[in-house]
């Protein structure tokens, strides 16, 4: 068999990528692969040692009628919404006004990107501390302020928890997108302005027909980054509420986790970690198909 | 050297002493060949952890490893990471422990554990009080021993109450009520807990294992179904809501102990439950504002009399153990008279020998001991199955709702009784 120059420079770069590959195929296929299966399994730990025993889809099917799961799921769906709307939103200002001449410095940037860099559990525990209800500093700003007259407990009541997770999460989330954004902004070609200038277009019309359209690529990817991340969200919830007020705010990631090591269910746990899996992963191959190159004709 | 620092000299400088520091480690590493090496799994301090890993009796334990050809290593954990640690080990097969320190968990990890307590020297065992074996003890085997006597009690502000004209603390539910009351007013409560956790020992649920043996209820019956849908847990739950009022309302939202210890500590509540390491720390200016001003007496008594919870710190034996004999002497030197003593001197964790509890040093140092012991007379089951974690889970999200309003005791206790029963009918 006589091979071309193409084929053969094609198996050369196979052979070259097989070790990466095969790495690959073990970090990440043999989790997602062993998680699979173990969703299709009762998992005890008795005499010793790990049993295991078939059970098909029923862990699957325990999930429909688990209060616990669906609340988790609307939890979930709420605050993947929220976050991605007030984190796009905000991300958005935030690199209009870094753009601005008058925002334009480094410091800003620096000091943007503060919230973002702090080790996940650490920004965790410093809002804990923030939201204390008995000697919390923010508490003691409102009280001082006369905002408040008494102090509140923050992460008292079932809504207000929630929301207070969502926003530690937006607080955390907002540098690196606005980064993006502000990334995006800086590709608008100034000569769509200078034509909207001579077509009459003021700063509210630049924005809406020139800003906007050509940000589109990188609003999709930061709305779709940011909706993926919302749904991995787990290190908040385990150190400022523990799932609580009663379960208020357990979403599905930390019900995975508290199923799985908590309860020693390992068989239902992979089944919910698994649905986070298959969420995360049509999320993904959004994402890879916004960013897949495309033709001049604008086909894929 | 430092002439010429940049990144690729500061990246060679870094690598150097990385390996210095390894080799370092390797040079001076003490085990001898000979020794056998133990390996213990315990709490990070200030929660109940052993010589060697907690500051006491360090001259004891370093002689107790020269005299029996010994090390001893230890893995620290924060507590609520302990359980899961554990977990994920022994799931995967990979748990490196000799001596593992549990809390209510034995029934879960039974059956990787040893029941080496059934050979503990007969004058150990007769001075330890034999209720305290009762969470350790399955089918007749014991898997472990407790180490520390530790039992939630009352804790109180002497001063707050003094302030209000009240000499002692509360002895009944009525007490309780009326002097949480009281002392509510002027950005100060009656009470503190920590509601906002609602897992395992000290959590939410096993506030209400309190209150349901003063009311003179219990968790099983005997064919291990729940049976605390009846007058006694809806009582428990009910006294639990009516004291909301006077407590701290950030307790729904505090998740561990500390939490609400820090309240009472810096003089903002004046009564809580809380464990009996609490009296060094309430006693230490480094931590607390009320110095000198905290009380403890036994839990206000329901219906049925006076109940507590057991907090079931105890040291157990891994089966996979190739030391297990060295491992329980090791253990036997934790539970000695000598060690005992020093660890409730120096760190406030009460011993469990009884002989210890009556030294006079230990009671003038732990006057907290004397009502301990008094609490330990009464019922203090924990209620521990295998199931602990999810079925406190399954209750303590009922209670948290009733505190909360948004279900009535009775209405929250008839849908725990249904969460457990499906609990426990899943186990098997």
């Known amino acids: ?300 | 050297m430092f002439d010429s620092l940049n990144r690729r000299n500061l990246l060679k400088y870094g690598a150097a002493t990385g390996v210095g520091a390894a080799m370092a480690g390797f040079w001076t590493r003490p085990v001898r060949a000979a020794d056998a090496a133990l390996n213990v799994f315990c709490p990070l301090p200030p929660d109940p952890a052993p010589p060697g890993a907690a500051e006491f009796a360090k001259e004891a334990f370093a002689k107790w490893q020269a005299d029996h050809a010994a090390s001893v290593t230890y893995e620290k954990l924060g507590w609520s990471q302990l359980h899961d640690r554990m977990a994920t080990a022994f799931a995967s097969g990979s748990a490196p422990w000799d001596i593992i320190y549990n809390c209510g968990w034995v029934p879960e990890f039974q059956s990787f554990l040893a029941p080496y307590a059934d050979q503990l020297p007969k004058d150990v065992v007769d001075d330890l009080p034999p209720s305290s074996f009762k969470t350790v003890t399955i089918d007749a085997k014991r898997y472990g021993a407790v180490f520390t006597l530790s039992l939630l009690t009352l804790f109180y502000n002497r001063e707050h109450l003094e302030k209000v004209g009240l000499k002692e603390a509360p002895k009944d539910w009525a007490e309780f009520k009326a002097y949480a009351k009281e002392l509510t007013g002027g950005g100060r409560y009656g009470l503190v807990f920590n509601y906002g956790d609602p897992a395992g020992i000290g959590g939410t649920a096993s506030y209400w294992m309190v209150f349901l043996q003063q009311a003179g209820g219990k968790m099983y019956g005997e064919d291990r179904m729940p049976v605390f849908n009846n007058a006694a847990g809806v009582d428990a739950l009910q006294m639990m809501v009516d004291l909301m009022a006077w407590t701290d309302p950030g307790s729904i939202s505090y998740a561990n102990i500390n939490d609400a210890t820090n309240v009472l500590l810096s003089g903002r509540a004046s009564m809580m439950m809380n464990w009996p390491f609490m009296w060094n720390t309430a006693n230490d200016p480094n931590q607390s504002q009320i110095v000198g001003k905290v009380s403890s007496a036994v839990l206000p008594a329901g219906p049925a009399g006076t109940a507590s919870i057991d907090g079931t710190d105890a040291w157990t034996v891994a089966k996979a153990s190739k030391n297990q004999d060295k491992a329980r002497e090791l253990i036997e030197f934790y539970l000695s008279p000598e060690v005992q003593k020093r660890q409730v001197l120096d760190t406030g964790w009460l011993p469990i020998r009884l002989s210890v509890l009556a030294d006079p040093e230990v009671q003038a140092k732990a006057p907290n001991a004397a009502v301990v012991l008094e609490q330990a007379k009464h019922p203090y089951d924990s209620f521990v199955t295998p199931d602990y974690n999810e079925v406190t889970v399954a209750v303590g999200t009922q209670v948290q709702q009733a505190l909360q309003g948004q279900k009535t005791a009775a209405q929250a206790m008839a849908d725990a009784h249904d969460a457990v029963v499906a609990i426990v009918k899943r186990r098997g």
């Open chain 1, 1 to 300: 068999m006589i091979w071309t120059f193409e084929q053969r420079r094609r198996r050369a770069g196979l052979l070259f990528v097989a070790p990466g590959l095969l790495l690959l195929a073990a970090i990440l296929g043999f989790p997602i692969v062993d998680s699979l299966l173990l969703s299709l399994q009762r998992v005890q730990l008795t005499g010793d040692q790990v049993s295991h025993s078939w059970v098909g889809l029923a862990n699957f099917e325990r999930l429909a009628t688990d209060a616990v799961f669906w609340k988790a799921a609307f939890n979930t769906a709420y605050f993947a919404v929220m976050e991605v709307l007030l984190v796009s939103l905000i991300s958005l200002g935030i690199a209009l006004l870094l753009r601005h001449p008058m925002g334009n410095s480094s410091l800003f940037r620096i000091m943007l990107i503060v919230p973002w860099a702090i080790a996940p559990v650490a920004n965790a525990v410093l809002w804990k501390w923030i939201l204390n209800a008995n000697y919390g500093i923010l508490n003691g700003i409102l009280v001082s302020l006369g905002v408040i007259d008494f102090n509140h407990v923050w992460l008292g009541s079932p809504f207000s928890a929630l929301n207070f997770l969502l926003i530690v999460d937006v607080w955390k989330s907002v540098p690196f997108v606005a980064l993006l954004m502000l990334a995006g902004l800086q590709r608008v070609p100034q000569s769509l302005y200078r034509a909207a200038y001579m077509d009459g277009a003021g700063p509210f019309q630049s924005f809406m027909h020139v800003t906007l359209p050509s940000m589109r690529g990188i609003l999709a990817i930061a709305i779709i980054l940011q909706t993926i991340w919302s749904l991995r969200v787990f290190d908040l919830v385990f150190v400022l509420t523990r799932g609580g007020p009663a379960d208020a705010t357990v979403l599905m990631n930390f019900l995975a986790y508290r199923v799985t090591f908590n309860f020693l269910d390992l068989g239902y746990g992979s089944a919910i970690a698994n649905v986070i899996f298959a969420l995360t992963l049509l999320i993904a191959a959004l994402y890879v198909w916004l960013l897949w190159p495309r033709e001049p004709g604008g086909r894929r």
